[in-house]
């Protein structure tokens, strides 16, 4: 089976890519539909990252509950409390493996997710 792409973006990505069984979430960031940031901290953000998250896999047929590695990258490590709270609320139920740094992102923004889903076909 070839890949297949699912969505569009301005910069030079694709939301979702769907090779074989598994389905791979580009990195998603805190903009709202109109493309702006969202105003807040770390829990606004958060939650705005991970709607993009479930967004990017419902075009390729996926749920949350399909999710088996996400990827997260904090701006500042003293936000992950925050962070966390929000997160174990999206997977209240065997939670996807998980890697969490520090880095300096892209943009000013305080949060960016991606994800790795397993969904046969």
Same mark, same amino acid.
């Given at each position: 089976?070839?890949?297949?792409?699912?969505? =569009?973006?301005?910069?030079?990505?694709?939301?979702? *890519?769907?090779?074989? !069984?598994?389905?791979?979430?580009? &990195?998603?960031?805190? %903009?709202?539909?109109?493309?702006?940031?969202?105003?807040?901290?770390?829990?606004?953000?958060?939650?705005?990252?991970?709607?993009?998250?479930?967004?990017?896999?419902?075009?390729?047929?996926? =749920?949350?509950?399909?999710?088996?590695?996400?990827? *997260?990258?904090?701006? !500042?490590?003293?936000?992950?409390? &925050?962070?966390?709270? %929000?997160?174990?609320?999206?997977?209240?139920?065997?939670?996807?493996?998980?890697?969490?740094?520090?880095?300096?992102?892209?943009?000013?923004?305080?949060?960016?997710?991606?994800?790795?889903?397993?969904?046969?076909?």
């Amino acid at each position: 089976m070839p890949k297949q792409t699912f969505g =569009t973006s301005h910069v030079p990505l694709s939301p979702a *890519v769907r090779a074989g !069984d598994f389905v791979f979430v580009s &990195g998603q960031v805190p %903009v709202g539909g109109d493309g702006i940031v969202v105003k807040g901290g770390i829990a606004e953000q958060t939650e705005q990252v991970l709607a993009n998250v479930k967004a990017a896999l419902a075009l390729a047929g996926c =749920t949350m509950d399909d999710v088996v590695k996400t990827t *997260v990258w904090l701006e !500042d490590a003293r936000d992950f409390g &925050g962070f966390n709270a %929000v997160y174990a609320r999206h997977f209240p139920k065997n939670p996807p493996a998980r890697t969490t740094v520090e880095s300096r992102l892209m943009i000013d923004i305080k949060i960016e997710v991606e994800a790795v889903a397993y969904r046969p076909v």
